[in-house]
């Protein structure tokens, strides 16, 4: 069952990313999910916040696109590895990957996890002085 769940999941994120509208994703949440990336220091609770969560995510892109490229499962979790690629808001074209990861209770995601590597997001100055 959690696999389907996360084939799903995977899915319905790449329909979002094309389409704009996060209600698709929203509705696979339970009404006290918790969503949360690495750049935060608390989750967003509730579909209000699982809400909040998905379009601030598509708010930083011009464009992103999802692949997935590994995912493993068991009885009610799910860890997934992907790349995404895309543009910026800014215009500046964008590649990283990253691990989500997502708990399934009842049928229904109940904590969203990713974790990724952040410094992609920087202006493209700040990204060459880090190197």
Not at 10 to 20: R, V, W
Not at 21 to 42: G, K
Not at 54 to 81: C, G, P
């Amino acid at each position: 069952m959690t696999s389907e769940i996360a084939d799903r999941f995977m899915q319905t994120l790449q329909q979002i990313e094309a389409s704009g509208d996060v209600e698709p994703l929203v509705e696979m949440f339970a009404e006290d999910a918790e969503a949360t990336n690495i750049a935060m220091v608390e989750p967003l609770k509730g579909k209000d916040g699982v809400r909040r969560f998905w379009q601030k995510y598509l708010s930083v892109f011009d464009r992103i696109h999802s692949d997935f490229t590994h995912v493993t499962a068991d009885s009610n979790t799910a860890v997934m590895e992907w790349r995404s690629q895309g543009t910026l808001s800014n215009g500046e074209d964008v590649h990283y990957r990253g691990v989500s990861i997502i708990e399934i209770d009842n049928g229904l995601v109940q904590a969203f996890r990713t974790y990724y590597d952040s410094a992609v997001f920087l202006p493209t100055g700040a990204k060459q002085a880090q190197r």
